[in-house]
């Protein structure tokens, strides 16, 4: 485990201006953002002992995150 954020800016530099552009623009997008963003705090705040949780749950969180990664990834590369 890292204990790095992944922020969605991070992890796409390249969609910085696309990704701003979208979470104005496209409802869908922004709240695919937001959700993203929610694990992603969530995660980082399990790896840090935070708010620690079960090894289980953390597995599942950081699943929900790749999965809404790839999504998000989807829609800025269409």
């Known amino acids: 485990m890292s204990h790095t954020p992944h922020e969605l800016a991070e992890e796409f530099p390249e969609f910085v201006e696309k990704m701003s552009t979208l979470k104005q ?7 695919l953002a937001d959700e993203y963003h929610d694990l992603n705090r969530q995660v980082h705040r399990a790896e840090t002992n935070v708010e620690p949780m ?25």
């Open 25 to 31: 623009s496209d409802a869908h997008f922004a709240k």
């Open 54 to 78: 079960s090894e289980l749950a953390e597995g599942e969180l950081r699943k929900k995150r790749a999965a809404l990664k790839d999504e998000i990834y989807g829609l800025l590369s269409a």
